[in-house]
């Protein structure tokens, strides 16, 4: 383990008194300082009780229920689902009759503080652990019980979050403890949306007989006390973290700094099992945890998601497949229910149908992310145009008929100055128009003018006939005069603005005054009123409009009574993509009034109504209800589609591409798009609309399958309320849901994820793993995750389409280095259920030598990743204490190795021995099997079924041969790998050199 220690502690006196097998302290005094820093002495291997036949260890958490709800106790909720094995928990409320015999470990939650059997408690804790028992106490209760009991001489504060902490030598069998306060501290203090220096670091502590777990300046963060024959451990303020959503239900904390983070999820739990970890080595000599993989391998797969015709049309999902092969690696897939159909910004038109009020609206249809509202449609598709720039063709006018139709037309501007008219078609089932056609003078010429154009229908003669006024690009603003056809007559500049830039002008009467006014906003942050007289616009000077704290330079206003009283406002398009509200007052001025809003916020996270950037907004009764409708135009991210619309008029390549995919036999989820404040209502409405079309029109096959996220978004405010709508419809699992990189660099708050079922009120629980972008061979955060023995489902955003080789490459030798089987993604998930599902117990067979039979079972055989060839595969890793060190293990599993820290990874397929012996067993064995399998030992060899299809591989250490046909042999540093791809099937192995 990596050591770093602050400056002040260079100069140590060390005074050493090892007292071997008696387990007391050792006391290294710090010179000029009162700290001491301590090292737990190792116990003797005749100190270490029998296995019992049963659960190691029994658990109970400690709450006060007239204090804290069960449902409020994080603690409980966290080690409902342990990593640690042979481990039951039991909560245990101090408000009733309760006793602490029979139990190992205890933790306690806060609620005691404050409960009114706090004191008989205290005396009941202090015996328990005197007797042997453990406890793990929260950094709230350092002045709960005297110091003598934790064993510190007094506390201190740290002021802020320590930048820098230290982990210094504590102990073998403390290892893991200190292991985990470091690595989360590293990831803790690089959070990117969280404000750290605002999170407490609790109490600090100054040990007496306490061993320092981690220190920072002269205070310790966490320590840990031999008291009698026990230990407690008094933790520190960061872990938990009491600002993250602490429980397995994803409740928030109650400390004002709320935030969702997976990292901090996972490391409290890992923190928690940790000292679990420490105290079965301690009772037993070992400790058993799970492993996220079949017969003690972690798993890794690897996802592309598909949600772009280009991607398919380019051949992509096949190049993927293509580089997976070649890495032996096993590609997975996913289907979103938004695809792009041209990337790139486009210009687009959509409307919301009108309610009787403009101050909040409701979006019944939401065609895409990137608007609130419902696309109008031309020709069949979307009314659009590629954006170039801040282009105009987005900026139109909707007003009198200029056509015979009974539907509002519009006009249209455009980058060359042109002008063009839809006629308007039908509103049923949407508001539809015609494809876009020029408008012409007199004489046929189109009409124009000079730079981008921003026309508006208005009749400014009041001759009843529809005319046509348009801003040009240099500030002026120009009169077509109808004659009841689709040619107008040039009039000339209505009015000149003298802005130097685009301008958008609307018409109306503004101040109540009986005469025609002008609104003129423009691309460079100006407002202006011409109003006018009973000579018209002539000579009228502008009057600059306020803006009330509007931010961009793109202002395009409307004349609309907003609040129902009569009264002209001014509603302005933005930038943003918002409408700003302007209302008129009594005395004649004007006041701002917010924007227009729906009942739904939008990706940004408020209730403002958006339709992408530059809007530019129309209020009109398109439906004929009498009610003002809005339509406005806006500049999307990408012209995109959900596959279940009518108007994705080419599905093709997608039904092809899922029909080609399934005859590889490779796994494909669904990816969904959520947004970061999205309700479950519309998540619910999305991931069901997808599922459905995806069976009815896409021949989607999948019974068991998983949801990842488009951008890696849920809701972080309520985040289970992401995950309900998922398991309702029949998803397994979520991944992909949080960020894990940001810039470039590593999203802190989400690059490490535990698994775990959600816990709430599903009817089926769905398991969460957020898994990773890309993985590296050496780097720190892929070693980080290789340390923990996580699963890792990598989820490929959209711009790694180019490097599918290269980031192939980097998870093959990632995996060939840390020991992790390549599978599909529905594979790693069915086997990190097993995991989840896997309780073992343990029995020494001998008082004289260490001999023990783990002996591994389920918990139930029930939900939807329930599948008894991976419960029957499972695996875990066996870690020794310092009771064990120096002595020869073996073990006699059908699948095992020894990892590089000494660990015994083992398939649990049958009760296994780890017995003390005259030396360490060399013979050749399985060390490893990718996908579930039965195992039969064979005179001089092994053979393995497999029960599953992908990458069929399988492990030897020491030399090993097959006559088989279709296998492949290699080499590889401790042994022999045997590979074949494809459908389920048996190996026969031969151990020792080939005759």
Not at 969 to 974: H, L, M, P, R, S
Request: aromatic letters at 10%.
């Amino acid at each position: 383990m990596k050591k770093r220690y602050p400056l002040m502690l260079i100069s140590l006196l060390l005074i050493l008194s090892l007292l071997s097998g008696c387990g007391c302290l050792a006391v290294v005094n710090v010179v000029g300082e009162d700290f001491k820093l301590n090292t737990l002495a190792a116990p003797a291997a005749s100190e270490i009780l029998p296995a019992p036949g049963a659960a190691l260890l029994n658990c109970a958490v400690i709450y006060d229920s007239e204090v804290s709800k069960l449902s409020d106790v994080m603690v409980y909720s966290r080690l409902s689902q342990p990593t640690v094995l042979g481990m039951t928990v039991t909560p245990l409320d101090i408000s009733q009759d309760y006793s602490l015999d029979g139990f190992n470990i205890i933790y306690l939650h806060e609620s005691v503080i404050k409960s009114s059997a706090a004191k008989a408690f205290l005396e009941k804790a202090e015996t328990f652990v005197s007797a042997g028992g453990a406890m793990f106490a929260p950094n709230a209760f350092y002045d709960f019980f005297p110091k003598s009991f934790l064993g510190v001489s007094g506390f201190g504060s740290f002021g802020s979050l320590p930048e820098e902490i230290s982990t210094p030598e504590a102990g073998a069998d403390l290892d893991s403890l200190q292991r985990v306060l470091s690595d989360y501290h590293k990831l803790l203090i690089n959070y990117t949306n969280v404000d750290v220096k605002n999170i407490d670091p609790g109490i600090g502590i100054i040990p007496d007989t306490a061993v320092s777990l981690a220190v920072s300046g002269s205070l310790a963060l966490s320590s840990l006390n031999k008291y009698g024959k026990g230990y407690v451990l008094l933790s520190s303020a960061l872990l938990p973290d009491r600002n993250a959503c602490g429980g397995l239900g994803l409740e928030k904390g109650q400390t004002g700094l709320e935030y969702f983070s997976d990292t901090s999820l996972s490391f409290a739990r890992l923190f928690e099992n940790a000292f679990a970890e420490f105290v079965s080595k301690r009772l037993y000599g070992f400790s058993v945890s799970r492993v996220y993989g079949s017969f003690g391998r972690p798993s890794v797969s690897l996802q592309m998601p598909i949600f772009d015709l280009e991607s398919i049309n380019a051949g992509r999902f096949s190049k993927f497949a293509e580089a997976c092969i070649k890495n032996d690696l096993v590609p997975s897939y996913s289907i979103s229910r938004n695809f792009i159909v041209k990337p790139g910004k486009h210009e687009t038109v959509s409307y919301i149908y009108g309610d009787g009020s403009l101050s909040s609206l409701r979006s019944t249809v939401k065609d895409t992310q990137y608007s609130s509202a419902t696309h109008v449609i031309s020709n069949n598709s979307w009314l659009n145009r590629a954006a170039s720039g801040n282009s105009s063709f987005a900026y139109f006018g909707l007003g009198q008929l200029l056509s015979a139709s009974r539907t509002k037309d519009f006009v249209l501007g455009s980058e060359d100055g042109k002008i063009f008219y839809c006629a308007g078609l039908s509103t049923v089932p949407r508001y539809t128009v015609s494809l876009p056609q020029h408008l012409s003078d007199l004489e046929g010429n189109p009409l124009s003018v000079s730079g981008p154009s921003a026309p508006l229908i208005y009749d400014v003669n009041k001759d009843g006939q529809p005319d046509i006024v348009c801003g040009d690009g240099f500030g002026k603003v120009f009169w077509f005069e109808g004659n009841g056809s689709l040619r107008f007559a040039p009039r000339g500049v209505l009015v000149n603005s003298g802005i130097n830039g685009r301008v958008f002008p609307d018409m109306g009467d503004l101040n109540s005054d009986g005469y025609t006014d002008l609104i003129l906003g423009s691309d460079k942050g100006k407002l202006f009123a011409f109003y006018g007289t009973k000579d018209g616009l002539a000579g009228v000077s502008p009057t600059k409009i306020p803006l009330f704290g509007i931010t961009g330079s793109w202002l395009s206003p409307r004349i609309v009574d907003l609040d129902g009283n009569g009264r002209a406002d001014i509603a302005v398009g933005t930038k943003d993509g918002y409408i700003a509200r302007i209302v008129s007052t009594t005395d004649g001025n004007f006041a701002a009034s917010g924007y227009v809003e729906l009942t739904d916020r939008n990706k940004f996270g408020n209730y403002n109504a958006f339709f992408g950037e530059y809007a530019v907004p129309v209020f009109a009764d398109i439906n004929d209800d009498n009610k003002l409708d809005l339509i406005c135009s806006g500049v999307e991210g990408n012209l995109s589609y959900n596959i279940d619309s009518p108007y994705l008029s080419n599905s093709n390549p997608i039904l092809e591409s899922i029909a080609q995919i399934y005859s590889w036999r490779y796994y494909i989820g669904l990816n969904c798009n959520f947004g970061m404040y999205s309700s479950e209502e519309s998540e619910r409405e999305a991931i069901s609309a997808l599922l459905g079309s995806l069976r009815g029109k896409y021949n989607y096959e999948g019974s068991l399958f998983g949801v990842s996220m488009q951008e890696r978004s849920i809701n972080t405010e309520a985040p289970a309320g992401s995950f309900s709508p998922l398991s309702t419809v029949g998803a397994s699992w979520a991944t992909a849901y949080a960020p894990v990189s940001k810039d470039g660099k590593a999203y802190a708050e989400g690059v490490f994820s535990l698994p775990f079922y959600l816990v709430g009120n599903n009817a089926e629980p769905i398991l969460l793993h957020n898994g990773a972008d890309r993985l590296s061979a050496n780097s720190e955060l892929s070693q980080l995750y290789a340390k923990y023995n996580l699963p890792i489902p990598i989820y490929l955003s959209r711009d790694m389409a180019n490097s599918y080789d290269e980031i192939s490459t980097e998870v093959r030798l990632f995996a060939e280095n840390n020991f992790y089987t390549a599978v599909k993604e529905n594979q790693l998930m069915l086997a990190t259920a097993a995991a989840c599902n896997t309780q073992v117990s343990a029995k020494s067979a001998s008082e004289s030598s260490f001999d023990v039979t783990i002996t591994a079972s389920m918990i139930n055989n029930s939900g939807r990743l329930y599948s008894e060839d991976y419960q029957n595969s499972a695996g875990a890793v066996i870690s020794l204490g310092e009771a064990l060190k120096g002595k020869n293990l073996s073990v006699d599993a059908d699948v095992w190795y020894e990892g590089n820290n000494g660990q015994i990874f083992v398939g649990l397929n049958r009760p296994i021995r780890l017995f003390e012996s005259e030396a360490k067993n060399t013979k050749p064995h399985v060390s490893g099997i990718s996908l579930p399998a039965l195992i039969t030992n064979t005179e001089g060899g092994v053979k393995i079924a497999f029960r599953a299809d992908g990458l069929l591989k399988v492990w030897v250490s020491g030399e090993a041969y097959t006559y088989d046909a279709g296998w492949e042999t290699d080499k590889t540093a401790d042994g022999v790998c045997f590979t074949k791809q494809g459908s389920s099937a048996e190996l026969n192995i031969n151990f020792g050199p080939k005759e």
